[in-house]
């Protein structure tokens, strides 16, 4: 170490001493303002430094630009007692400008220019110091968008003559006389794209010549669009006939290029499936496998049924491709109920198809089939068997001739055989009368012989009382001889 750094370690020393007794050394550097010069080695308490803001910056408002050495040998200031000189808000025509915090000396700001014009020059500037004051580094201004004429275009032309198109400004076109469509949007206005490039909104539209052919849908009709001529976005509606279904789209357009679109649709039969299927009835001629709508098919019934009164035996293919029937239309038919004689008869029913059973009473043997079923039989229906019939199981019993009575007579025949329940009646001869009941019957005793039922008719009458009187004397007589 030389002579002289010996010399600033001695200064430096002795500068020591004052800031003990309440000096203050060098004063507070900022980056807004300076100290008065030249600067001294060390400053009394109490002194007060009046400090200068920097090229760009000035006091700011109510603030003291003054710095006081403090008895513990500090400095005080008032902070930021300098602040940035602010430039002027920018005016440019056309344009917003956003400026998110101040603008103050050294802040930056973004220009951008209204809707329709363009920005030229840098988008942003900064405040920046000319001379001792502050102004913007750089101003753009904004153009304004414009668009090249619009095109010309054939068999048409400009509705309104202008001569500059600026942005946002429309132009319309219409055909030259009533043979041209016009094909695409007939107005078209200047915009940008997204260089900021003046360019029309879409392409010019065409004048053409269109006609589409007069369109026939076989099988079918329209509903609009009843011309013979059509041009350039007439439509035409089609409906089917009735038992055809629509393929494609019921309404077509004529499009720029003469053709319906889309085209034409076709209108196509439709079809029921195979012919039912009925218990009862049966085709009577031979159906294919499919049926285009409206067929109608006429049935019979089949044997043991007969056509129900009031219904249709016709079966019919509906548009919504299912058949059509009368429910039941024809009807199971009835045998006669049969009898049978001591036995009973059990059935459901008598209709066709259906069986009855037959049984005997206790006491008589079934003699036959026991069971008959309705079944067809020429035009209509009968028991497949003939009905069985009862037999009694009992011996067979007779009665001998029936019993006598004077002056009366009956209706047996003598000699013959009497079977179990015969009747004879009985009769008076002239003169007497009937006492009691007339008629007699045969019937079984235990041992199941015939006999002939009590009691056997009497004659009781005025005649014979008579009679007796007659006798009585002789009857005495005799009586009295036998004493
Ligand atoms: C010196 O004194 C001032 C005011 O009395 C005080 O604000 C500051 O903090 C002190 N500084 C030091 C280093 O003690
Ligand atoms: C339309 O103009 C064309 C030529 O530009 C012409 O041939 C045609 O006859 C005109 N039609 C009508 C209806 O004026
Ligand atoms: C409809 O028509 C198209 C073209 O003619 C054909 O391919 C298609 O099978 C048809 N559809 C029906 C359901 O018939
Ligand atoms: C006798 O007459 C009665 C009544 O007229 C009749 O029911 C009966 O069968 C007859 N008897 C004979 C054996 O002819």
């Not at 400026?99 to 973004?110: E, P, R, S, V, W």
């Not at 220009?111 to 102004?135: D, H, I, W």
Request: aromatic residues 10%; hydrophobic residues 35%; glycine residues 8%.
């Amino acid at each position: 170490p030389g002579p002289g750094t010996a010399m600033r370690w001695l200064c430096a020393m002795l500068l020591m001493l004052p800031g003990a007794w309440g000096d203050c050394e060098q004063p507070p550097r900022f980056v807004f303002a300076e100290p008065p010069q030249p600067l001294r080695e060390s400053y009394a308490v109490g002194t007060a430094l009046r400090y200068t803001c920097r090229p760009g910056y000035t006091v700011a408002g109510g603030k003291s630009p003054l710095v006081t050495c403090l008895p513990n040998s500090t400095w005080m200031a008032t902070p930021d007692f300098c602040i940035g000189k602010s430039c002027s808000p920018p005016v440019i025509m056309n344009s917003k400008v956003d400026y998110m915090t101040n603008l103050q000396f050294g802040a930056t700001i973004t220009y951008a220019c209204n809707n329709g014009y363009r920005l030229v020059g840098k988008p942003s500037a900064q405040c920046v110091l000319k001379g001792n004051e502050v102004t913007w580094d750089h101003v753009p201004y904004c153009a304004p968008i414009s668009c090249l004429p619009p095109p010309m275009i054939k068999n048409g032309q400009l509705i309104n003559e202008n001569t500059d198109f600026t942005f946002g400004m429309a132009v319309t076109y219409r055909c030259n006389n009533n043979s041209f469509s016009l094909i695409g949007d007939a107005t078209i206005h200047c915009t940008a794209n997204d260089n900021l490039q003046g360019i029309w909104s879409g392409p010019a539209p065409e004048c053409k010549v269109v006609a589409c052919k007069n369109p026939e849908v076989e099988n079918g009709r329209r509903l609009s669009g009843f011309g013979t001529e059509h041009t350039y976005k007439n439509t035409v509606t089609f409906e089917c006939n009735p038992g055809h279904l629509l393929n494609g789209s019921s309404v077509v357009t004529c499009e720029a290029d003469s053709n319906w679109k889309p085209p034409l649709p076709t209108c196509d039969p439709i079809y029921c499936g195979p012919a039912p299927h009925f218990l009862f009835a049966e085709l009577t001629t031979a159906v294919g496998d499919r049926s285009p709508v409206g067929t109608k098919l006429r049935y019979q019934c089949k044997p043991g049924y007969a056509a129900a009164s009031g219904k249709s035996s016709l079966v019919i293919c509906l548009s919504d491709t299912t058949w059509s029937a009368d429910p039941d239309f024809c009807i199971r038919q009835q045998c006669t109920p049969p009898t049978i004689e001591n036995g009973d008869v059990t059935a459901d029913s008598f209709l066709f198809e259906s069986v009855v059973t037959f049984t005997c009473h206790r006491g008589y043997e079934l003699k036959g089939s026991s069971s008959a079923k309705c079944v067809a039989s020429g035009n209509g229906v009968d028991w497949d068997t003939a009905p069985p019939y009862c037999e009694s199981q009992l011996p067979r019993v007779l009665c001998k001739d029936p019993p006598t009575i004077d002056n009366g007579m009956h209706n047996g025949t003598k000699g013959t055989e009497f079977v179990y329940g015969s009747v004879v009646v009985y009769k008076c001869k002239d003169g007497f009368t009937l006492a009691g009941a007339a008629s007699i019957h045969c019937k079984a005793d235990h041992q199941y012989r015939g006999v002939w039922s009590e009691p056997t008719p009497e004659l009781k009458t005025e005649a014979s009382y008579l009679s007796l009187v007659g006798i009585f004397p002789l009857l005495l007589a005799i009586l009295v001889m036998n004493v």
